[in-house]
T-cell receptor, first 113, second 112 residues
Framework: AQSVTQLDSQVPVFEEAPVELRCNYS??????LFWYVQYPNQGLQLLLK??????LVKGINGFEAEFNKSQTSFHLRKPSVHISDTAEYFC???????????FGAGTTVTVRA | NAGVTQTPKFQVLKTGQSMTLQCAQD?????MYWYRQDPGMGLRLIYY???????DKGEVPNGYNVSRLNKREFSLRLESAAPSQTSVYFC???????????FGPGTRLTVT
């Protein structure tokens, strides 16, 4: 069974500093990878996805992620965060022929001035 | 284009009561999903419907039933609510040929 591990449950960061959120998955077959963001009291919004091709994917709001097949990782980065990036971030994985999502436990990012 | 809508937004039930959570999408998507979100556990799949007329169990189906009423609507029913079903419930949909799912705003359910 596939599983997703987000290595940090909480990440405090100062405004304009960089942030990296770590995600590892366990699967021996091809996967599709996603990062979703959840702002307080809202639903989930897709930040970016990796399906195939270039291992560096760019998403909305200045976020990017790198797929590393050998390390089974898909870490999310932003070079300079804003107060408005305060939210919970979820890494999710699906088999390429399945489309059912398995989610990590989430990482809460709190941006301080 | 409203995307995925869910009703109600909030609900409080007593143990043993029943209720149905409604979900509708206007994106002409074939697949629809129900998840529950609990602190520290991310989202877990309850049931899904790959296409109109089909439903399948996900990771945590016990205590729930679903109905795919038509292509637009996918409802989740709790026949006899238990405190362990206190959670935030999200509906999602996915179009054919695409991998990503689109989520509704959620229903916050409390069972006392």
């Amino acid at each position: 069974a596939q599983s997703v591990t987000q290595l940090d449950s909480q990440v405090p960061v100062f405004e304009e500093a960089p942030v990296e959120l770590r995600c590892n998955y366990s699967s021996s077959v091809s996967v599709y990878l996603f990062w979703y963001v959840q702002y307080p009291n809202q639903g989930l919004q897709l930040l970016l996805k990796y399906l195939s091709g270039s291992t560096l994917v760019k998403g909305i709001n200045g976020f990017e992620a790198e797929f590393n097949k050998s390390q089974t990782s898909f870490h999310l980065r932003k070079p300079s965060v804003h107060i408005s990036d305060t939210a919970e971030y979820f890494c999710a994985v699906t088999f390429s022929n399945d489309y059912k999502l398995s989610f990590g436990a989430g990482t809460t990012v709190t941006v301080r001035a | 284009n409203a995307g995925v809508t869910q009703t109600p937004k909030f609900q409080v039930l007593k143990t043993g009561q029943s209720m149905t959570l409604q979900c509708a999408q206007d994106m002409n998507h074939n697949s629809m999903y129900w998840y529950r979100q609990d602190p520290g556990m991310g989202l877990r799949l309850i049931y899904y419907s790959a296409s109109e007329g089909t439903t399948d169990k996900g990771e945590v189906p016990n205590g729930y039933n679903v109905s795919r009423l038509n292509k637009r609507e996918f409802s989740l029913r709790l026949e006899s609510a238990a405190p362990s079903q206190t959670s935030v419930y999200f509906c999602a949909s996915r179009g054919g040929g695409a991998a990503e799912q689109y989520f509704g705003p959620g229903t916050r359910l409390t069972v006392t």
